[in-house]
């Protein structure tokens, strides 16, 4: 938990509306755990005013380098989105609590939706040299061949790749989510690890529940602080309460959250 | 010249600067040790802190708005024996006056609450007569002359500490609450906590926030909240701890001008961590170019007309 200035050496459109910014951030890249995220001040100014939370998607201790997903979709990402090489970042971070270690052989499915893949391609990254013999499988959708973003880096990194679109312009037809029960069933994963829209990990939670499998996930939610201050990015607690995605988070057991309360029944 | 003097007290508490953090943007404290010396601060004022442990408002609880945020945090809280328990003794360890801000459901839920308060380590109470986020609570009192003047008279006799009555802008005229506050008995006012605010996500056609309003804060709202410190400061002689939008020096300094004897950095903590430490410097070398000896000299000196 630090603070540190980060450069953007490139912003690479990897889809329309979708950004990657390769950035130099010698300490970020150092200390950064997949499934941490860096909470980046978009400008000097107070409009727009908050930080933006984003995933490390990739961090390179020998180099130095940080890449950030983006996806514009509000005030402070459509700034990013214009943003050129050169132009300095004011970041927190790393922040938060990274993805939990597999049990056993490294056997697990990954699952994404959208620009929820950052946090995953790290991940695939990471266990590609803690362990001797990784194998990795993943599932990856979005509604077009358009929000399978960055896919090319994922799948460079698994074993097995799966996409699914619901529009049918890539991969599968259908949901993410359709196709992971079938999946569970064919290769026992030791451990299933998602990120994307929360009422994708609610049926992931619930599915990898079903069958028994444990499933880690890593939440998004409005933040204030980053740091635990202010409570703004509380998400329901299966223990009852609350707990914050910038602390206890962003990667949470799915088995931590109250869903039905997150998403309704 | 020498450095000047920045010191300064508020309802016999001095603070070796005006410079303290507004309740609620400020966690207990410690979550802020990583990025800020907390020993340089004139104060830290807490989170609220209620009778019983309270979970909160369901998400989204904070949305960005032009040069501010929304917030429906909903007081969460560990409540007053866990903060005492888990949460004062590293606040008393930075060395700087602890003011705790309060709230209840009832004059006799505050009135136990500063009870259990009146503990080492901590230097003040603040009462949150106006929290806008939680039904028939704070705001219910903060907005009803009897009940501010009745709620602080007796908070004045639950606990010897200085008591500071927290004013809300959701009200027609904020003077008449702050007569009412000084008939009470309060030895300081803080003002203003922050606007009733809402905001729409037009695509889904629902409110942004889970609690539907918010709590309105940052710059955005900064002009009403000078505004609001002028008029209480001529209305009312009791110290002022202003807040309301402050980012840097020169934003703090329209409130001591106004009349408040300390300034309060709330939503600016959450973008720049150290921002109550550029205040604080800032606040230096201002008095230094103007010939200030003492930041008090600065307190009211607003020259009208």
Redesign the interface.
């Known amino acids: 938990?630090?603070?540190a200035l980060a450069t953007l050496m490139l912003r690479e459109e990897v889809a329309p509306g979708h950004y990657l910014l390769h950035t130099d951030c010698p300490e970020v890249a150092e200390a950064s755990a997949p499934g941490q995220f860096v909470h980046l001040?978009v400008g000097d100014g107070?409009?727009?005013?908050?930080?933006r939370p984003f995933s490390v998607m990739l961090a390179q201790p020998a180099t130095g380098e940080v890449q950030l997903l983006v996806r514009a979709v509000?005030?402070?990402t459509e700034i990013i989105a214009t943003h050129q090489a050169g132009t300095r970042y004011d970041l927190?971070g790393p922040l938060g609590n990274g993805w939990g270690a597999p049990a056993g052989e490294a056997n697990v499915l990954l699952v994404a939706g959208g620009v929820g893949v950052a946090p995953l391609i790290f991940l695939a990254d990471h266990l590609r040299s803690a362990h001797p013999r990784p194998y990795v499988r993943a599932l990856f959708g979005g509604g077009t061949q358009d929000a399978l973003v960055c896919w090319t880096e994922f799948a460079a990194r698994c074993e097995e790749f799966t996409a699914v679109t619901e529009d049918g312009s890539a991969g599968d037809q259908g949901l993410v989510t359709d196709a992971l029960a079938p999946e569970i069933e064919r290769s026992r994963p030791d451990m299933v690890y998602a990120c994307g829209p929360d009422a994708m990990l609610a049926v992931v939670a619930g599915i990898c529940a079903q069958a028994e499998v444990p499933c880690q996930v890593s939440m998004e939610?409005?933040?204030?602080?980053?740091?635990?201050?202010?409570?703004?990015?509380?998400?329901?607690a299966t223990a009852?309460?609350?707990v914050r995605v910038c602390t206890e988070g962003p990667v949470f057991g799915a088995e931590e959250i109250d869903w039905e309360?997150?998403v309704g029944p | 010249m020498s450095a000047p003097d920045l010191s300064v007290e508020i309802a016999g508490v001095r603070l070796q600067n005006p410079v303290m953090s507004a309740s609620g943007t400020f966690g207990y404290g410690m979550e802020y040790e990583p990025y800020l010396d907390l020993s340089i601060l004139g104060a830290i004022v807490t989170k609220a802190v209620t009778l019983e442990e309270r979970l909160g408002n369901p998400p989204p609880r904070v949305r960005e708005t032009p040069a501010g945020m929304l917030n429906a945090i909903g007081l969460q809280n560990p409540g007053v024996e866990v903060f005492i328990r888990d949460k004062l003794p590293a606040l008393r360890g930075v060395g700087v006056p602890v003011i705790v801000n309060i709230s209840g459901r009832s004059v006799e839920e505050f009135v136990r609450v500063a009870q259990m308060l009146c503990v080492d380590g901590v230097a003040a109470l603040e009462v949150n007569v106006s929290c806008p986020n939680v039904q028939e609570e704070g705001m219910y009192f903060g907005v009803d002359c009897d009940l501010t003047g009745r709620l602080t008279a007796a908070v004045v006799d639950a606990c010897d500490r200085p008591v500071i009555v927290k004013l809300s802008p959701n009200v027609t005229d904020i003077t008449s609450i702050a007569r009412a506050a000084a008939e009470g008995g309060a030895h300081a006012l803080s003002l203003i906590n922050t606007l009733v605010g809402m905001s729409i996500d037009t695509e889904r056609r629902r409110p942004h926030l889970g609690n539907v309003t918010g709590g309105l804060s940052g710059p955005a709202i900064r002009p009403i909240a000078v505004r609001m410190v002028h008029e209480v400061a001529r209305a009312v002689d009791l110290p002022i701890i202003g807040m309301g939008g402050i980012a840097n020096a020169r934003d703090a300094l329209e409130f001591i001008l106004a009349g408040a004897t300390a300034v309060a950095v709330g939503t600016m903590n959450f973008v720049e961590p150290s921002a109550m430490a550029a205040v604080i410097d800032g606040l230096a070398d201002h008095c230094r170019r103007h010939g200030v000896a003492r930041i008090t000299d600065l307190v009211g000196a607003l020259q009208v007309g």
Not at chain 1, 46 to 51: A, C, N
Not at chain 1, 222 to 233: D, P, Q, R, S
């Open positions: 938990m630090a603070r001040r107070t409009d727009p005013l908050l930080r509000g005030r402070g927190l939610q409005w933040m204030g602080c980053g740091v635990g201050a202010c409570l703004g990015c509380a998400v329901p009852g309460g609350y309360r997150m």
